[in-house]
């Protein structure tokens, strides 16, 4: 009997070591893949500037990298011309190019903020508030500008 459970364990040992091993196959090829073309200019898209800038700026704290991509999506966007819309329902239809212009213009106002470019930060939190009222980020600027604009030293 206890041979037959030595047996059973050794088996399902073997199948854990098996399927462990598929998994690390597969994430070799992903690793492998995104290895090979570290620009990523395989995806030539605005999503592939704001996934870049997003892990600069979140994972790797590198804020001037999240500048530069941020800065690259937003061209991206705003290349695109579209804008949001209301449906017959009149609920708001954002497209894509609108949300990536209005959290390009977020995020890279939160960069230039940890770069202590606090006057570049305003501008973008303010075209923000003017240019994308209906996008949830606008309230979320109008709230980042107060403190900012409190410690900014007046020029008068």
Known sequence: ?????????LGNESQIDADFEDDEEIIEELTDLLDTSSSLE??????????????AYHQEQNFEAAVTHFQQALEYALTSNQVSQTDGTGLIQVSEPYDTQARSKYWLAESYLKLGQNDQAIELFQDLIENHQLHYLSL??????QPISTE?????
């Open 152 to 156: 900014t030293p007046n020029s008068d």
């Open 1 to 9: 009997m206890a041979e037959e459970i030595a047996n059973e364990d």
């Open 42 to 55: 395989f995806l030539d898209s605005d999503n592939t500037s704001l996934y870049l800038a997003f892990k």
């Open 140 to 145: 979320a600027a109008q709230r980042r500008l």
